[in-house]
């Protein structure tokens, strides 16, 4: 392991794992924790989480190929090829089993990580995401792979801001810090990746198939404005209900706000990830 730099917080270091090199920050002291980021964003999707759970865990937040400083994506851009890549980062770090959180398109990836490699989990944590989406938000993501190819980043911004964001964050006093935070975690690089992720990630992926294949102690966190990846989609997905069934030792949390919670509502995700993963 090499160290490549610092970030605003913890340590930023390069990883040499028998999928190429993979960048992850490291913070905190105690049992080991590792995410998984959601689309477009990279390690600092965690920015807000992170420190507050660094209390209790040392957390290790990766870059998934394509993003920030590590490799090329070379592979498939799908759940079951990214799983691969955090496998090889866990057996790099020698440190398996851990507790992995994986949230949004990071959540699919925990969700195909768990059920191949579960010698490498301890206990897995499954937010903001679902194992199949239905077609309303099959279209959400189409429109927008379309913003970010007419529009530019700063459209593609506005509109997932609008569809992730809770109607009631809108009338926060600190909506605009918690904007910035948002804004930052989309990194030069990051929607080139995007599109792609969309479409590898989402279109056409069925993980129920996985579902009882995943032995680990799991927790789904999910949001009740979440319309992105709704708990509850139409017939055409699979949701909490179902996932609830189907993962053998399997327990849920529905928080208030939206599909950015860990943004939006950091300490009471923090809290819940804290209370299930040390009792």
Not at 102 to 131: D, F, N, V
């Amino acid at each position: 392991m090499s160290e490549a730099s610092n970030t605003a917080y913890g340590k930023q270091r390069l990883v040499g794992t028998s999928r190429g090199s993979i960048a992850l920050r490291v913070t905190g002291n105690g049992p080991k924790l590792l995410q998984i980021h959601g689309v477009g964003t990279g390690h600092r999707n965690f920015d807000l989480l992170t420190p507050l759970l660094a209390r209790q865990f040392e957390v290790i937040d990766i870059d998934l190929p394509g993003y920030g400083d590590s490799s090329p994506a070379e592979h498939d851009r799908d759940p079951v090829s990214y799983a691969a890549d955090t496998a090889a980062v866990i057996k790099a770090l020698d440190c398996g089993p851990v507790h992995v959180h994986g949230t949004s398109m990071g959540g699919r990836i925990a969700m195909a990580l768990a059920a191949e490699y579960p010698a490498l989990i301890q206990r897995l944590i499954i937010s903001l995401a679902i194992a199949r989406l239905d077609r309303a938000a099959l279209v959400m993501r189409q429109t927008w792979i379309t913003a970010a190819r007419k529009g530019g980043a700063d459209a593609f911004l506005e509109l997932v801001m609008l569809q992730g964001f809770s109607r009631a964050f809108w009338d926060r006093d600190d909506k605009n810090e918690v904007i910035g935070a948002f804004e930052r975690s989309f990194q030069p690089g990051s929607l080139q990746s995007f599109g792609k992720d969309v479409k590898g990630t989402s279109q056409g992926v069925d993980l129920s198939s996985v579902l009882p294949n995943i032995t680990a102690e799991t927790l789904l966190i999910g949001a009740d404005e979440d319309i992105m990846n709704p708990v509850n989609p139409s017939a055409s997905g699979v949701g909490f209900e179902q996932m609830l069934d189907l993962i053998p030792v399997a327990e849920c949390r529905v928080l208030t706000g939206g599909h950015f919670l860990l943004y939006e509502q950091p300490a009471p995700v923090a809290h819940e990830m804290g209370e299930y993963l040390l009792r």
